[in-house]
DNA sequence: GGATAATGTAGAACAAGTTTCAGACTTGAT
DNA sequence: ATCAAGTCTGAAACTTGTTCTACATTATCC
């Protein structure tokens, strides 16, 4: 089992009493649930606030914008898939093969929910610099699943965590090419395979 | 020089009248002034409507959403890069260094005008269903624009095309972290570097 | 337990993308 | 030259993200 993963989850600002941890977790499902149905679009901020029981203001109070609310609703799924993967963790032999099978085994968990993808997915694209630090966790927690597939002994080399940071890369647009109909999913298959050959190319182990 | 790249311009809709297609280029015109100013945001379909001289539906005949007019503004500005690459073809000895050369031109191109960089590479992340033949186009462009910089002997065999999606992928990912501020120059570079190895990795000559 | 600051509510108001519509202007065919 | 079809204009209306305001509720600290 790899050395770090630490808590990647948020970094704890002034603590919430126990009915705003209720309140911003009504707000996540609601935003998740209308999501699954319409995608990005039918996510409207008047209709969440109302579907979690909660004042307009207050919804801008817990989430400043769409993007916000959207980028934490990936958050909070990432969490969960992240759990999810590492009860069976991928079975090939290579770290270029795991981390194939971990990604296309997200990915057939995006297929089930595409519209929720498809949210998610396009409010991270469309952040701007004032939701950074919101995708950068998203990344770090991308990451980190990478990081685990692979099932290294030692830390990441430098080398390793450049090959990391294009696989994500390319797991990121071809979910887009995806989502927006313009790739099947045999094409992001074949793309994922691809990217994940540059690990092997990266592997310190073959010196 | 390689051998294809036929007309990768528009589909050719019904021809445009010259008065036609004149509004067409000042609404082209207003739209990347607007976006070298202040990015997405700035470009408000009133002001753009203003500027070019036309009424807001006209531009809306036009270019049926924001999306739509900026991803026609890149299609214009990557026409542009092509062929201003091609003037100057890169240099290096492998089709790896190549393309990465290439890449790393356009990309200080873009950095020139960040704020027009961001528009474009936002709608063109952010496009849905609607937008996918034009944003077809501009995927098919940008792989005219690698093909070129990788000059093959012969057509590209499926391998490679499969990496040079990957590096699209890359690229578009890479350049989206780095205008949301998240990722440095230096680290676009090295991400671009990464993944261009791919191509050594994929070319036949070696067998 | 009461003062007070923080948080939540309802609802209006504002901003920008998009749609609509009646009327004026072009264009192309006859 | 004229008529019909298609285009363009100007302005208003509509939608949805976001902000603001006045007031009610809750939390915190003494």
Redesign the pocket.
Same mark, same amino acid.
């Given at each position: 089992m790899s050395a770090e993963v630490k808590a990647v989850t948020t970094p704890a600002s !002034?603590p919430l009493?126990e009915?705003?941890e209720a309140?911003r977790r009504r707000i996540l499902h609601a935003s998740a649930q209308l999501a699954s149905r319409g995608g990005f679009?039918a996510?409207?901020?008047?209709?969440v606030a109302e579907a979690a029981?909660?004042?307009?203001?207050?919804l801008?109070?817990?989430f !400043?914008?769409?993007?916000h609310l959207l980028v934490a609703t990936m958050q909070d799924q990432l969490q969960h898939m992240h759990t999810t993967l590492r009860k069976r963790p991928p079975g090939g032999d290579e770290p270029a093969a795991r981390v194939a099978e971990t990604l296309m085994r997200a990915f057939r968990a995006l297929q089930r929910e595409p519209q929720l993808a498809d949210a998610m997915v396009r409010a991270l694209t469309f952040a701007d610099r004032s939701v950074s630090p919101e995708v950068d966790t998203v990344s770090r927690l991308t990451t980190a699943i990478i990081l685990d597939a692979m099932g290294l002994e030692h830390p990441p080399t430098a080398e390793q965590l450049s090959a990391v940071r294009v696989i994500e890369h390319t797991w990121h647009s071809a979910l887009i090419t995806w989502l927006s109909g313009r790739a099947s999913i045999a094409q992001v298959k074949i793309d994922i395979e691809t990217v994940c050959r540059l690990i092997d190319l990266t592997s310190p182990e073959k010196s």
């Open positions: !002034p009493t009915r705003q309140r679009d996510v409207q901020m008047r209709e029981g909660v004042a307009l203001g207050t801008y109070r817990y !400043p914008s769409k993007v």
